[in-house]
């Protein structure tokens, strides 16, 4: 990574108290994010993804644990004092939700919240808050912005209510935005609109992002590097050239191999993954994937394995049946 | 009304839809989800149907069971109309056609057992004797790949995503139905189950001589278990052919925008800044013309005056547009 670091994940655990025991949610991730880089995490529901990323936001439910360390421009997150953490979130730290529906409020005009936001964090007000508004809804592609300011969430449709979402979360040029799963509740060709405007105003602001998907297509175009989760773990974490071209993971060649690919000839039978992801309520000993993993052997059931440096330079993988170069894209 | 003899007429059709007409009045305003589709399903195949939300491919697949009923057209299985068709010989019939939903969890009774759930379309259908039904119920269950002694006391939240919609399956399956509706089968699971769940559907198919409609807005998976695909865009249809060439060479604009949308999980294919303008415009008041026209980068005037038919482009491969993309204009 070129980049300095702006965002690094240490050692970061969650445990959530549940009626049926204690609920591993995250388990010792360390992650790296540079400054106007973009790192998608990828992983099926229930692996942790976005219990990662309230926790770098410190946004976890009231009875969840959290350990190590989120050290975000120089400061501890997890430590820093609630004033100075609000001030810090919106501002340089944004986050732009899956359901646009329930991170807006519905009874406020978007221009009404547009403008609580600049006036929180950047202290502006009247006439200018109300012309940057204008501004930023044209930025994100919505038409006519001076009426929809006016305009109450309900009014939007979905793909234009998440335009307005993201309008919020850049509008205080923030130095990393979290985008979690932003397009899955969008249809196909709106989400590729989205996607492009994330890319674009990326770029424009020099801005870090971290894009949450469960969607392998949706990271390999749009990301610098990839982690892979699977129960709470990074299991793979990867420059996106080199995790699609050599993974190293059995679960990220499993999780590719079984999309079913728009130039496969029709009734091509898919590979399918064996059984589903493990209840993260009873941890497994060994590897979480061991039990569906088709190289899995005697030690793979006893030992958890840890993630270790792969030939490739900042290329690490959990597993001790790592598949061989080069073999993997072809499944 | 437009002319079916338009349309691609398949020597063995199981289901034939013709002209069919579906609206909603909501708040006193007509949504106009299904306008004018006709569409044949041949014996055997699967035809997927694809669009985005609000195309109305999920009123079409109710209206062909009759959930909801047309206001006009019609819809033909095994020769016979069903929109003609009221009470007990509509229930006949519906015995030979099944719906799988989307929300596999939410489409099984969460206070009843696994067995019984299986069992409920046997009883209504009039299977009297309990040893016969448990025998059909244990060899359905098993062909979905779920050990019947495990599962038959169970109740549904005991069970994933992935396992309600096996179970699901069984259900539909378990009277021997010649047809089934699948609305989004694997939209709600994960990619892992998903590939699960596709195969199953195709296993099963191949084993009961099924014929399925495949209903579904993700092209990829639509496309990896249909002969031919149909594409839909607010309530009509836009173009229908075989999925290979459909993919390959589609001849509607707006077939081009949904395969060019679809993100692909390789990093050397750079994705296209989208081509894709605007929003789908709303069924209340569906654009004069080609319903297409608002967004299409190949729209002219007459697309606004005249609607575009159901026209062959290349062999089996039929598209609505005034300026197809192959095949002379």
Known sequence: ???????????????????????????QVDLKVGAGQTLGIVGESGCGKTMLSRAILQLLPKKAKLSGRVMFDGQDLVTLDPERLRKLRGRSLAVVFQDPMTSLNPVLTIGTQLIETLQEHLELDGLPAKKRSVELLAAVGIPAPEQRLMQYPHQLSGGMRQRVAIAIALSCEPKLLIADEPTTALDVTIQAQILDLLAREQRRRHMAMILITHDLGVVAGRTDEVAV???????????????????????????????????????????????????????????????RCRYATGRCYQDKPLLIQAETPDHQYACFHPIKAAAGVSA | MHDTRQQPLLRDPLLTVENLVVEYTVGGKTIHAVSDVSLQVARG??????????????????????????????VLFDGQDLTAMQGDALRRMRRRVQLIFQDPIASLNPRRRIGDIVAEPLVIAGVKDPKQREQLVFDVLTA?????????????????????????????LVLNPEFIICDEPVSALDVSIRAQILNLLEDMKARFGLTLLFIAHDLAVVKAVSDRVAVMYLGRLCEVGPSEQLFARPAHPYTALLIEAIPVPDPDVRPAESVAVGEPPSPIAPPSGCRFRTRCPRADPRCSDEVPELREVAAGQFAACHHPLIGAA
Do not use: W
């Open chain 1, 229 to 291: 989760m699977y129960a709470g773990r990074v299991v793979e974490r990867a420059p996106t050239p080199a995790l699609f071209k050599k993974m190293r993971m059995p679960y990220t060649e499993a999780l590719l191999a079984a999309i079913p690919k728009i130039d496969a000839a029709p009734h091509t039978p898919l590979p399918a993954i064996s059984g589903r992801p493990p209840d993260p309520t009873r941890p497994i000993q060994g590897c979480s994937f061991s039990p």
């Open chain 2, 144 to 172: 979905v790949g779920l050990d019947p002694d495990l599962v038959t006391g169970r109740l549904p939240h005991e069970f994933s995503g992935g396992q309600c919609q096996r179970i699901c399956i069984a259900r539909a």
């Open chain 1, 1 to 27: 990574m070129t980049e300095p670091v702006l965002l690094s994940v240490e050692g970061v655990a969650v445990d959530l108290p549940t009626p049926r025991g204690n609920l591993r949610a995250v388990d």
């Open chain 2, 45 to 74: 195949e699967t035809l997927g149907l694809v669009g985005e939300s609000g195309c109305g491919k999920s009123t079409l697949g109710r209206a062909v069971l009759q959930l909801r009923r047309a206001v006009s057209g019609r």
